[in-house]
């Protein structure tokens, strides 16, 4: 789905339609922080780049953000929401594995939402790349954030009769290892040495 740039943005515009809670949940995560001191700002899985038009207001004047992805097609939309948060951006549709080549204490602050499932193995990167005192935000699927596609895979399952109710299904592993409970959704404080 994610490759289909056209597919995914109508998927992600039915989601605000119809969401019970109207609340833009990246808007939420950085309520209480502040971040007028950053300057140097990575978003990981930057797809559209909905996290960085959050950021907007909120950064030093002179902040740049940098965006990773590993589907090319997002850059236009990506450097659009930069200019819309008022940053100039940079688009990499290299992947993660970029952050390998950055620096030590690169950036003030990364921010990654719904796609850190991707590449928890990165975590120790992102804390090397961050700066003594930068923040990593990231914002995860609460566990029963996807309740009705588990239902819906259930009962496609149950059709064609591929699984039983007491089949644990992978979506629901990778929900619950990056649920609000067990990974302490919306920001993580990594501190250098």
């Keep these: 789905m994610f490759r289909d740039v056209q597919k995914h943005l109508a998927i992600a515009q039915l989601i605000r339609r119809f969401s019970t809670n109207k609340d833009d949940i990246r808007k939420t995560a950085l309520k209480q922080v502040d971040l007028s001191n950053c300057h140097n700002v990575l978003e990981l899985g930057c797809a559209f780049g909905a996290f960085t038009e959050a ?38 549709s290299s992947g993660i594995d970029k952050i390998k080549k950055y620096p030590a204490g690169s950036f003030d602050l990364v921010i990654c939402s719904y796609a850190l499932y991707f590449f928890p193995d990165m975590l120790p990167e ?22 009705e596609i588990v239902s819906i895979v259930r009962m496609i399952l149950r059709q064609h009769n591929s699984s039983n109710d007491n089949q644990h299904l992978p979506i629901e592993t990778i929900f619950e290892q990056f649920s609000a409970r067990t990974a302490g959704n919306f920001f993580i404080r990594f501190s250098a040495g």
């Design 126 to 147: 992102i804390a090397r790349i961050l700066k003594k005192d930068g923040l990593f935000i990231t914002i995860t699927h609460s566990r029963n954030d996807m309740h």
């Design 55 to 92: 950021l907007k207001d909120r950064l030093h004047p002179d902040a740049t953000i940098t965006g990773i992805d590993i589907i090319p097609e997002y850059k236009p939309f990506f450097l659009e929401a930069c200019r819309r948060a008022g940053y100039p951006g940079i688009f990499s």
